[in-house]
T-cell receptor, first 109, second 117 residues
Framework: EDQVTQSPEALRLQEGESSSLNCSYT??????LFWYRQDPGKGPEFLFT???AGEEKEKERLKATLTKKESFLHITAPKPEDSATYLC??????????FGTGTRLQVFP | DTGVSQNPRHKITKRGQNVTFRCDPI?????LYWYRQTLGQGPEFLTY????????KSRLLSDRFSAERPKGSFSTLEIQRTEQGDSAMYLC???????????????FGPGTRLTVT
């Protein structure tokens, strides 16, 4: 069964056009939700960890939030260099991460 | 700090050959993870080590796959009798040991792209 679902699969934005990416999860006993950025042909780059509902983390134009069933990655006034695939992953009963399939973001000037 | 390194970065092999990949984690990290990623998918967990002990293996890790971390530092992942379905990016990650239920983030290397012809 799908434990981590990301939407949309792909997103095209104009530079400066803010939007949000969604990550919903069905696991119980969440022990961490992680956001990563991945550029083509490279390994995932760590962005944020969220542990409990209501928690928020920010970094430059990115802000991650967490509820009991989902997480959002808000992108404010994106730039072309923000174009990448954004991956969400959860950890619950062991130390392995369970990843979603990602959202491919393209930001056009 | 040089981050997680993986070698080789690319490997092309013929079906039936054996291949071995190496991962060097961040020096102070005692946990090391292997994942596999195919095009358009997120990484899938294969196995992980705490120091030299292999703590968990995925059902994806068939008997053709073996991983070692003999001295608790670098790790190798070997695939025997490769098949075309083994073509993927093999990612290694490392993290400090989680304490008190907290979950430390995993830092990924650049990956080894395997192509089986």
């Amino acid at each position: 069964e799908d434990q981590v679902t990301q939407s949309p699969e792909a997103l095209r934005l104009q530079e400066g056009e803010s939007s949000s990416l969604n990550c919903s999860y069905t696991v119980s006993g969440l022990r961490g939700l992680f956001w990563y950025r991945q550029d083509p042909g490279k390994g995932p780059e760590f962005l944020f960890t969220l542990y409990s509902a209501g928690e928020e983390k920010e970094k430059e134009r990115l802000k991650a939030t967490l509820t009991k069933k989902e997480s959002f990655l808000h992108i404010t006034a994106p730039k072309p260099e923000d174009s990448a695939t954004y991956l969400c992953a959860v950890r619950y009963n062991t130390d392995k991460l369970i990843f979603g399939t990602g959202t491919r973001l393209q930001v056009f000037p | 700090d040089t981050g997680v390194s993986q070698n080789p970065r690319h490997k092309i092999t013929k079906r039936g050959q054996n291949v071995t990949f190496r991962c060097d984690p961040i020096s102070e990290h005692n946990r090391l993870y292997w994942y596999r990623q195919t095009l358009g998918q997120g990484p899938e967990f294969l196995t992980y080590f705490q120091n030299e002990a292999q703590l968990e293996k995925s059902r994806l890790l068939s008997d053709r796959f073996s991983a070692e971390r003999p001295k608790g530092s670098f790790s190798t992942l070997e695939i025997q009798r490769t098949e075309q379905g083994d073509s993927a990016m093999y990612l290694c990650a490392s993290s400090p040991e989680a304490q008190g239920g907290s979950s430390y983030e995993q830092y990924f290397g650049p990956g080894t792209r395997l192509t089986v012809t």
